[in-house]
């Protein structure tokens, strides 16, 4: 706001609150808030002194002269519901995914809990552990901005400034760092799966637990570095305006403006970041994994050709833990096939969003996209408590480990799964038993 505007909002408000001279308060300054539209970042004695001077320079003058009809100014305050379509949210924030995520905490949690069970240590069930964590405090982080803000009437008031930066935190950025280890994490089980099985030598060797904690360590400090700038990306600043839901309460919330460093190449910083993340984020890994999904089913076909040959030669036993083998990579590949499921939708959200962004380009409207935004990510954060109900279906040591939990019966031993797997050689012609400690037969 101009000088001159200030003077003549001071002069206003001073008359419309019947003030004896130089007495000025902070109804005063509410005034100013609520008439004039007028941010105020500090209620002190500093801005009261500022509109004492204000108010003299012009008592004793014709107020007919003061039409400030025009210098009002409105400061952005930080809503939550001004990008959404706030029914939608509503439900889908406030009511069902808090309940998700509960469902979600309390399955991987007991994936968890079975997986670390001394029999069931193996390098593929440790990047289990390791994306059920993901997926968990993926959802986890933003619920309490779900239940604060969308499950109440809050979500139509500007947000107080004591939220404003948690807002982004719990919303944006530490989901962001999660989902995307998680992605890379589920990347890592393909290509773990696909060694074992189409290089079950090398396997030996490359896919160890100790090895598989280094990638893990590895892949949430990629995730964090990638995330890392937004962290700082900000300046939020306290203001206090009309109250949206009570025009005639003045509310503290905040101003958020590009730092420096950005504000000046906000296009190429923003550029940058969406394209790294559509390209490394969604589409790298998206098509890797229906194309190692691919091979794992082609492989699949090829050892159960194998597995009934071996039938027919009455060699039973590495019929058996051939179809043990082809039953954990069948039960992968439906991990891996879910998480494309949901993973995809968003991924196109992304590649349209750049696209619009960079090329000036429209392939979505604008009404469509904060729709479809939600309910991308209402799909994925549905799909995290569904592993849990895969890995009870479709392996039978992870469904007695987790019946074993309750009825309190010894746990499994090693030696009551298969410590041998019959796997085709990388030629798929000839056949070799390798040994293993539980390792490639995971679950």
Known sequence: MSPDCKQRCSYNCFNEASLEPAVFNRSFLECLVLICNYAITALDDAVLSEAETNYNQLAGMNETMYEFTNCSTKPDGYRLDENTTSSYAVIINGYISPVLVLLTVINNTLVCIVLLKPHMRSPTNAILIAMALSDMFTGLFPVPIFIHFYATERLHEYVPYNWCYAVKVFMEYIPTIFHTASIWLTMALAIQRYIYVCHSFKARSWC?????????????????????????????????????LDNQTVVSTCSMTYRPWIKDHVNTFFGIYYWFRVIFINTIPCVSLVVMNALLIYAMRVAQQRRMQLLRQNKKSESR???????????????????????????????????????????????????????????????????????????????????????????PTEREYSQYMTLPTENGKTTAETAITGDETAL
Do not use: H, W
């Open 321 to 411: 833990k051939l179809k043990e083998s082809n039953c954990t990579t069948l039960m992968l590949v439906a991990v891996v096939g879910l998480f494309l499921l949901v993973e995809f939708p968003l991924g196109i959200l992304m590649l349209c969003l750049i696209i619009k962004e960079t090329f000036a380009v429209s392939l979505v409207s604008e009404s469509t996209l904060p729709v479809a935004s939600l309910f991308s990510n209402f799909c994925i954060l549905l799909s995290y408590p569904l592993n849990f109900f895969i890995y009870c279906g479709m392996s039978k040591q992870f469904r007695e480990t987790f019946k074993r939990l309750f009825t309190g019966a010894a746990m």
């Open 208 to 244: 160890t637990i100790r090895n598989v904690i280094y990638g893990t360590v590895a892949i949430y400090v990629i995730a964090t570095l990638s995330q890392i700038l937004r962290f700082f990306e900000n300046d939020v600043t306290e203001v206090y305006l009309a109250s949206l």
